[in-house]
């Protein structure tokens, strides 16, 4: 087990539920939710991430054009590789809370509190896993238009809930699903950026927020781990890192502990 209660993400495809698939490429997450209304992805990776979406689809016996919806709990390049492949070619529309659409457009231009070339001096542990990102195509991402907005009273969430929660960007959404394991009910959280278990700018792993160097108000963030810890999901699902099945509470309070770099 790992320091998140399992072991570190790498690539790949793996349910983590019995309805939900974590798909990772180059330390970046999203995840393929079966819902009993059809499909929907939560956060579309890299560019190079095509090849295992297309597998975690065919694990549940879809297809690209049976997703329903791309929810993004935000819209750094990082999170949306996919976008344009799955709205253009396959129809699929793409939700974002209204505050990041324009980032969703041009999703290279977002705001940060520190300058980010100095992240990899600092912190050299961290290049293999920006290389890494680099090769899956995390300097090619093209922007698109949301079909959405991503908010709580939003009817296209279906069985979903946005818990807003800015601070890495102005228009993060975390969002809640309840999900089943073994046929028993698992609230599930899929925290988006607003928490991780693995920062890409320091290398450091164990629940955390992200560098400054990709956050636009730090403080902002912190403020909002609050609502991530009242919905006592028992299982975080980060953007970055290891899934963390002690829930959501205790992610929140060692996030709080170790602070952002």
Not at 7 to 23: C, K, Y
Not at 88 to 111: C, F, N, S
Not at 133 to 160: E, N, P
Request: glycine content about 12%; overall charge positive.
């Amino acid at each position: 087990m790992g320091e998140a209660g399992m072991v570190p993400s790498r690539d790949g495809v793996r349910l983590v539920t019995d309805d939900i698939a974590m798909i990772t490429r180059a330390n970046v997450n999203c995840y393929l939710v079966d819902a009993a209304d059809g499909p929907v992805l939560v956060d579309a990776g890299l560019p190079g991430s095509w090849s295992l979406v297309r597998k975690a689809l065919t694990r549940f016996g879809h297809r690209p054009g049976d997703l329903t919806a791309v929810l993004l709990t935000h819209a750094h390049f990082d999170h949306v590789g996919l976008c344009r492949t799955l709205q253009r070619e396959h129809g699929v529309p793409v939700l974002v809370h209204d505050a990041d659409a324009p980032l969703l457009r041009r999703p290279y231009r977002y705001a940060h509190e520190s300058v980010r070339l100095k992240y990899p001096l600092r912190y050299p542990a961290s290049l293999p896993g920006l290389a890494r990102m680099v090769g899956a195509g995390a300097l090619g991402v093209r922007g698109v238009d949301a079909d959405g907005d991503l908010s709580g009273s939003s009817g296209a969430l279906g069985r979903f809930a946005s818990v807003f929660s800015p601070g890495h960007t102005f228009g993060h959404c975390a969002l809640r699903y309840s999900s089943s394991q073994g046929g028993a009910p698992v609230d599930v959280l899929f925290a988006g950026d607003a928490l991780v278990t693995y920062d890409p700018y320091t290398g450091k792993r164990g629940p955390r927020t992200v560098a400054r160097a990709a956050t636009a108000d730090a403080d902002l963030g912190f403020r909002s781990l609050d609502d991530l810890a009242r919905t006592r999901a028992a299982l975080l699902l980060p953007g970055h890192g290891a899934p963390d099945v002690r829930g959501a509470a205790r992610a929140v309070s060692e996030a709080r502990r170790v602070g952002v770099d």
